[in-house]
């Protein structure tokens, strides 16, 4: 059976840089960083005191929690996401069944996250230990279970197909845009609200400072120290947020009148099984440019198609080594390579969240008709400019209008997603 | 406390789980939570929190259980502060 076509109507966003679709745009169109001192962490000995931390204000919350909801709650992922898969649903122009309807059995989610509710978990673990279990309310499971996510929000939507919660460290986002356009195109579901979410704060962050690979030299200068293929990268900015996708068979989109963003081509997950230089930290290179080749091919384009990658680049000193590998799996160096952006510039390293809120860039870039700017690229790797002239990597905005874009993430566990973002037409 | 002041601080505890907007205004001693209110009964483990926090009381088990209506509750809540 030939895959149904598959295309985006709705879009959600909380980012560091801008927490609704309006603020976040404006930020990737400006160049805007997202990235500030955190005192708490310099109260905590932490050897990188920044990040990316999404601004949201308590009185925010009442627009997208009821007040059962909002007592107790203290999981940021869960509010990032809500309020990101809420907004999208609603920029989608899609309906909320009543009470005493059925769930809209065609229409699903799809969120992931690495950990959910770790403050939550923090206070519970406390009363646990002090002997206080009975202490602990109703709302500690479900604000601490993973799928809680995917819980809340197929709630407060209605749906009745598949809720679920995806979990593959930093890909986890491009995997849960992936696994919602599989259920579409092969006919299982008409409508998935697909995107990944991240806790923020020092519980989350503070395994990756004790690792050695944030930047402990920018805490006086924050907007400077997330830099994306640069000579001095020297550690990725931790971040947090949610990004949210509404994933439509294009059938139910055109039915409905839709605004259609764009249409997803296809795209490939993988693994490189730790071998080849893969590890539980790094990735085997050979998986990697094995994972775009596939994308490419499910796809049906040519990888000369590409206009614009977006690219997983962290900030640590594997990007030279992912330019390499899309140089190798495109087959395209130099002039001809495509221009190349990578969002954490601006927002630092959403984690599990970074490649939905990156891929919500994607689309927008498509939709709107433009590429973004990367920030503190000025000192680009000399082994990145042996491979690719300056000029592909922008340093501001450029109205180019993208026809296709790559998006690729790589995570902990060696594991591997690229989708391939398409502008839509009939 | 009378039993009425007892009433109107059970009330505001409830207030934020009722689902029932109506029937907290009418609220009675015969009040059911789960019923009438449509109190989540997973929100009922709460709502006995929040009294041992506002009347300063432990509620075992065995009492919490009995906690369905406003009657029970109040007759909880006073035997606890009798015990006090």
């Given at each position: 059976?030939?895959k149904?076509?598959?295309?985006?109507?709705?879009?959600?966003?909380v980012?560091?840089?801008g927490?609704?679709?309006?603020?976040?745009?404006?930020?990737?169109?400006?160049g805007?960083?997202g990235?500030?001192?955190i005192?708490?962490?310099?109260d905590?000995?932490?050897?990188c005191?920044?990040a990316g931390?999404?601004?949201?204000?308590?009185?925010y919350l009442?627009?997208?929690?009821?007040?059962?909801?909002l007592r107790?709650?203290?999981?940021t992922?869960l509010?990032y996401?809500?309020?990101a898969?809420?907004d999208?649903?609603?920029d989608?122009?899609?309906?909320?069944?009543?009470?005493?309807?059925?769930p809209?059995?065609?229409?699903?989610v799809i969120?992931?996250t690495?950990?959910?509710?770790?403050?939550?978990?923090?206070?519970?673990?406390?009363?646990?230990?002090?002997g206080?279990?009975?202490?602990?309310?109703?709302n500690?499971?479900?604000q601490?279970m993973?799928?809680?996510i995917s819980?809340?929000?197929?709630?407060?939507?209605g749906?009745?197909?598949?809720?679920t919660?995806n979990?593959?460290?930093?890909?986890?986002?491009?995997?849960?845009?992936?696994?919602a356009?599989?259920r579409?195109a092969?006919?299982q579901?008409?409508?998935?609200?697909?995107?990944?979410t991240?806790?923020?704060g020092?519980?989350?962050?503070?395994?990756f400072?004790?690792m050695?690979?944030?930047?402990?030299k920018y805490?006086?200068?924050?907007?400077?120290a997330?830099?994306?293929?640069?000579?001095?990268?020297?550690?990725?900015?931790?971040?947090a947020?949610?990004?949210?996708?509404?994933?439509?068979?294009?059938?139910?989109?055109?039915?409905?009148?839709?605004?259609i963003?764009?249409e997803?081509?296809?795209?490939?997950v993988?693994s490189?099984?730790h071998r080849?230089?893969?590890?539980m930290?790094?990735p085997?290179?050979?998986?990697?440019?094995q994972?775009?080749r596939?994308a490419?091919?499910?796809?049906?384009?040519h990888?000369k198609?590409?206009d614009?990658?977006?690219?997983?680049?962290?900030?640590?000193?594997?990007?030279?080594?992912?330019?390499e590998?899309?140089?190798?799996?495109?087959?395209?160096?130099?002039?001809d390579?495509?221009?190349?952006?990578?969002l954490?510039?601006?927002?630092?390293?959403?984690?599990a969240?970074?490649?939905s809120?990156e891929?919500?860039?994607s689309?927008?870039?498509?939709k709107?008709g433009?590429i973004?700017?990367?920030?503190?690229?000025?000192?680009?790797?000399?082994?990145?400019?042996?491979?690719i002239?300056k000029?592909?990597?922008p340093?501001?905005?450029?109205?180019i209008?993208p026809?296709?874009?790559?998006k690729?993430s790589?995570?902990f566990?060696?594991?591997?997603a690229c989708?391939?973002f398409?502008?839509?037409?009939? | 406390m009378?039993q009425?002041?007892?009433?109107q601080?059970?009330?505001?505890?409830?207030?934020?789980?009722?689902?029932?907007?109506?029937?907290?205004?009418?609220?009675?001693?015969?009040?059911?939570?789960?019923?009438?209110?449509?109190?989540?009964?997973?929100n009922?483990?709460?709502?006995?929190?929040d009294?041992e926090d506002e009347?300063?009381v432990?509620?075992?088990?065995?009492?919490?259980?009995?906690?369905?209506?406003v009657?029970?509750?109040l007759?909880?809540?006073q035997?606890?502060?009798n015990e006090?």
């Open positions: 059976m030939d149904r076509r598959v295309v985006i109507t709705g879009l959600g966003v980012a560091p840089n927490i609704d679709k309006t603020e976040f745009t404006q930020a990737l169109q400006q805007t960083s990235i500030q001192f005192p708490e962490l310099a905590l000995n932490f050897s005191q920044i931390k999404p601004n949201i204000s308590k009185d009442n627009h997208y929690f009821n007040k059962v909801q107790g709650l203290a999981a992922g509010e996401g809500v309020i898969g809420k999208a649903w609603q989608a122009g899609l309906s909320i069944p009543e009470e005493e309807e059925d809209r059995w065609d229409t699903g969120f992931g690495g950990i959910l509710g770790v403050d939550k978990f923090r206070e519970a673990i406390y009363k646990v230990d002090e206080n279990v009975r202490r602990l309310g109703s500690t499971v479900i601490t993973a799928s809680g819980a809340f929000l197929g709630g407060m939507l749906c009745g197909n598949i809720v919660t979990s593959s460290a930093c890909s986890t986002g491009t995997e849960a845009v992936l696994m356009y599989d579409i092969s006919g579901a008409e409508i998935i609200l697909a995107g990944s991240s806790d923020s020092p519980y989350v962050w503070g395994g400072d004790a050695r690979i944030l930047p402990h805490n006086d200068n924050p907007i400077t997330s830099r994306p293929m640069s000579a001095s990268a020297s550690g990725f900015v931790p971040g947020g949610a990004g949210a996708l509404v994933i439509e068979s294009l059938e139910s989109a055109l039915n409905r009148k839709a605004n963003y764009a997803i081509a296809g795209g490939a993988n490189g099984g080849n230089g893969g590890s930290t790094a085997n290179s050979k998986a990697v440019q994972c775009i596939s490419i091919a499910q796809a049906k384009i990888p198609d590409i614009a990658i977006n690219g997983h680049l962290t900030a640590t000193t594997k990007d030279p080594v992912e330019i590998n899309w140089s190798i799996a495109l087959e395209r160096n130099g002039k390579f495509p221009y190349i952006n990578s954490k510039s601006l927002t630092g390293h959403c984690l969240a970074s490649g809120i891929s919500v860039a689309v927008l870039q498509i709107e433009y973004f700017g990367n920030i503190n690229t000025e000192d680009l790797h000399p082994e990145i400019t042996t491979m002239p000029q592909k990597i340093e501001t905005t450029l109205a209008a026809k296709i874009v790559a690729a790589f995570g566990g060696d594991v591997n989708v391939i398409k502008k839509y037409s009939e | 009378t009425e002041q007892l009433l601080k059970l009330k505001v505890i409830i207030t934020p789980y009722v689902q029932n907007e109506t029937a907290l205004q009418n609220l009675s001693e015969d009040t059911d939570f789960i019923k009438d209110l449509e109190i989540n009964s997973a009922l483990v709460d709502v006995v929190l009294v009347f300063d432990v509620i075992e088990n065995e009492d919490m259980e009995k906690m369905l209506t009657k029970a509750s007759d909880v809540i035997s606890k502060l006090k």
